[in-house]
């Protein structure tokens, strides 16, 4: 039943998220200008090359400074695929809540790198790193490595402590995992408004992503939320 719950929950995503004012899908020149909406901080280290965005340094982001983002961070409904397509060190990295704070909700790809195998549930934690808030899941092993997920990260409805994030590996809108980590609240204060991508990767070695969203109106999700857990009881 929980995968079924889930499963309507991830497919209500993808319909609101196919309405999103926030979003962007990579489908222009390739070279290493990412657009007018996006903020590379600390150098020019993302790439778009045959539709996807790539990273080609270590622990790099994008401020998005397109149209705001009005929701706190507990309404965001971010989504983003990702690729394993490398074979050293990458992740591609969801960024909400972000002001002098936020959340970083990655998917990694590490030694022995047959496919994403770790997720981290970070924040951070200094002008250029990231790790584990406290009360936080932190870094958490996958038990079967994937090549290939859209990454989904939200709230429920009335919870703003717990951050899901759910992984649909077949991109058929059913979640085939999902992770969550509690504590949200304890670095709340610090949250703004600001969202954008994460990035991972060398000149070689490139993790590569496609289909960044934010929904704008998440009342609905909200609602059938409730409705989903109403059912679960």
């Known amino acids: ?38 903020n590379e901080v600390g150098g020019d280290y993302f790439e778009i090359l045959d539709g996807h965005g790539r990273c080609k340094s270590g622990n790099k982001w994008m401020d998005w400074v397109g149209t705001a983002n009005t929701l706190a961070y507990y309404d965001v409904v971010a989504s983003i695929d990702a690729y394993a397509t490398a074979t050293s060190l990458n992740y591609v990295a969801l960024r909400t809540g972000v002001g002098t704070d936020e959340l970083f909700i990655k998917i990694q790809e590490q030694s022995p790198y047959s496919g994403f195998n770790y997720v981290g549930f970070y924040h951070r934690t200094g002008p250029t790193s990231f790790g584990a808030w406290s009360g936080g899941a932190g870094f958490v092993a996958l038990s079967t490595p994937i090549t290939q997920a859209r990454m989904t990260t939200y709230f429920l409805a009335g919870n703003t ?3 899901y994030l759910a992984l649909d590996t077949d991109f058929n809108g059913t979640p085939d995992l999902t992770l969550s980590s509690a504590g949200v609240n304890n670095i709340a204060a610090n949250l703004g408004y600001g969202v954008g991508i994460g990035g991972y990767g060398s000149a070689t070695q490139m993790g590569d992503f496609d289909n960044w969203s934010i929904v704008p109106e998440p009342a609905s999700l909200a609602l059938l939320a409730l409705a989903l857990i109403a059912r679960r009881r």
């Open 161 to 163: 402590d717990t951050i």
């Open 1 to 38: 039943m929980r995968g079924k719950v889930f499963g309507l929950v991830l497919c209500a995503l993808a319909a609101v998220a196919a309405s999103a004012q926030i979003s962007d899908d990579f489908n222009r020149a390739n070279g290493t200008n990412m657009g007018p909406n996006w």
